[in-house]
């Protein structure tokens, strides 16, 4: 049995890192903010801040306070506020060839394959990947702060992103062919990530409601993984008809 490793599901790996990332950014932002709380206090209270450009700009202001050149810090605003516009035009732009590719290749709506006559972009798959967004984040909002919604869409996301890794190492650990050492690795790697997996489930002191922060997250992981399945099965089913269709017709010449 041979076992690779999708390109897709290590851009996965690489987007999850770039979610800690921006996570590390807002708490040095909150701990040179207010350097006088507790060291568990301020890792509790720094995931409460919202968004990279928020922690930045805290650090950054904080800098120029010390510095006397507090006049830098709205240029700089503006600026990062630019900068970050691009970076989520770039993710979208990303994002969407995903559904695009997906069109062409019957796994979804084939409309999500269609190419703008003019701009020759994927205009159908950027405007339901805007769509979708704006759903996942007012679902994320509905009863809960600013604070609570981004922890539902970062655990969301970090949970659908390690359930791949469940069956790579799964994979790992069942393949044939496999080094005694390779295969406790893959258990290694089985047991973090399940761990890793459940804590993401664990809500943090800015949610107020924790039954409500547990049944989005339910709903936020579940939904999208079954409307995948759903998905992946239509294909297989199209696939199949197509395949007996084509035989049907052979038989026929």
Known sequence: MHVGVPSHNIKRLGLCFDVFEVGQAVE????MRRAELSLEHRQAKSLSLVGA?????????????AANMAWVIVPLAIVM??????????????????PFAAGLESALPAAL????PRWHSPHVALATCAVLAAGFTVFSMVGSSVAEAYQVLLKAA????LIPFIYLFLALVKADG?????????VVGLVTTAFGLCAAF???ADVASVWLFETKMV????????IGWFLFKRAQRHERTGQVGHVRQVGRT
Not at 219 to 226: C, L, R, Y
């Open 28 to 31: 040095i932002g909150a701990q």
């Open 53 to 65: 450009i928020q922690g930045i700009m805290q650090a950054v202001g904080a800098g120029a306070d």
């Open 178 to 186: 496999v080094s005694a050492g390779a295969r406790a690795a893959g």
């Open 219 to 226: 709903i936020g992981v579940v939904g999208p993984i079954a």
């Open 113 to 116: 394959g269609r190419i703008h």
């Open 202 to 204: 664990l809500p943090t």
């Open 81 to 98: 506020g630019l900068a970050t516009g691009g970076a989520a035009s770039a993710w979208f732009a990303g994002s969407s060839r995903i």
């Open 158 to 161: 970090v949970v659908i992103q």
